[in-house]
């Protein structure tokens, strides 16, 4: 993987990521529902995390997967 550069090599450089696990809970939601949805949804990932006895290695993100005029589809997640 590259960092942000221009790829001329001089801007450049080679960095390797360390492999997570994650926890996710996948769903779609209208435009006038996403906000309650996504809340639900991380509502649903940081139950499983609690009762798993597992700890968020940082802070939530969604993964947008899809989307078209009427909504939207996305994983909910949190890296252990």
Excluded: H
Aim: aromatic share 12%; hydrophobic share 40%; charged share 20%.
């Amino acid at each position: 993987m590259q960092a942000a550069g221009r790829g001329t090599g001089r801007d450049s450089a080679e960095v390797t990521l360390t492999a997570k696990s994650m926890v996710y809970a996948k769903g779609t939601a209208t435009w006038d529902s996403a906000f309650e949805t996504l809340v639900e949804a991380f509502k649903s990932v940081y139950g499983y995390l609690d009762k798993e006895g597992l700890t968020a290695d940082g802070p939530a993100m969604t993964i947008y997967t899809a989307t078209d005029d009427t909504g939207w589809s996305f994983c909910g997640d949190n890296l252990v």
